[in-house]
């Protein structure tokens, strides 16, 4: 599963200020057009391996949006400082949309664009097996419990998270040396942070030639269904909690 956080700039000036505008998710609800597992309350009393719930939080921490230079493969930052995000909240599309505003961007031309973030995800959450009539599983400050007591806040960090498919734990040796077309890495660098780096972005083609006097419109929506995996034991214990699937719907527009 690869994960995709938007950002694309199609035209600049020498100081451009997008147009930042959220919009509800427009995606299946049902589990289907997101990653991993059945729902949880999908699955029986006796449940063995992972299932997955909505969360009610997840909150994850960009370090940075960038854009890639198609000449040299150098990046150029969208943002200037790190800032959490809880993607199960209804104004995280516009808090991503302001991250990026009014960043300088050079004349050029660019094929990818990526994002760092911190190895450590915040979720928070619980579910029920057999739709609702069995084990209750909760998210706790160390962990998960099978109890009927409030969710609470648990960290997870990249060793422990199916939200990436990890190819360089540890290593840089992969930042920005691949082409496209199809171009699509992430990978946990050595200082436990997210990469990524894809030359797709919904509505949206790469290679971007950015040029003078236009303005860059950003949509986004946001939204993790499936986004903590619960781990049951097979006697009605859950044993673990990870962070799952996020989504972002984006378009960008050009006037």
Do not use: H
């Not at 599309?93 to 960043?103: H, P, Q, R, T």
């Not at 422990?160 to 990978?187: A, C, K, N, R, W």
């Amino acid at each position: 599963m690869k994960k995709i956080l938007p950002v694309a700039v199609i035209a600049l000036s020498a100081l451009f200020t997008p147009t930042i505008s959220y919009s509800d998710w427009s995606g299946p609800d049902d589990g289907s057009g997101y990653w991993g597992p059945a729902f949880c309350e999908d699955e029986p009393n006796n449940f063995n391996g992972i299932c997955t719930a909505t969360p009610d939080k997840f909150e994850f921490t960009l370090v940075q949006i960038r854009l890639r230079n198609a000449e040299d493969k150098s990046f150029v930052n969208l943002a200037t400082a790190p800032q959490s995000f809880d993607f199960a909240s209804a104004s995280a599309g516009a808090e991503l949309g302001d991250f990026v505003s009014n960043a300088n961007v050079p004349s050029g031309t660019y094929d990818a664009y990526g994002f760092i973030g911190n190895g450590d995800i915040t979720i928070k959450g619980e579910t029920t097996l057999n739709n609702g009539s069995g084990p209750r599983c909760r998210t706790t400050t160390s962990g998960v419990a099978t109890d009927s007591a409030a969710a609470e806040d648990y960290v997870t960090d990249s060793n422990d998270t199916p939200l990436f498919d990890v190819i360089g734990s540890g290593s840089d040796e992969v930042e920005g040396s691949v082409d496209g077309p199809g171009l699509e890495i992430d990978y946990i660098n050595s200082s436990n942070q997210f990469v990524f780096i894809g030359d797709y972005l919904t509505g949206t083609s790469f290679p971007i030639t950015v040029t003078d006097g236009q303005t860059l419109t950003f949509s986004f929506s946001m939204r993790p269904v499936k986004g903590i995996v619960f781990e049951w034991d097979g006697a009605g214990n859950c044993t673990a909690a990870y962070s799952g699937d996020m989504r972002i719907a984006n378009s960008a527009s050009v006037e």
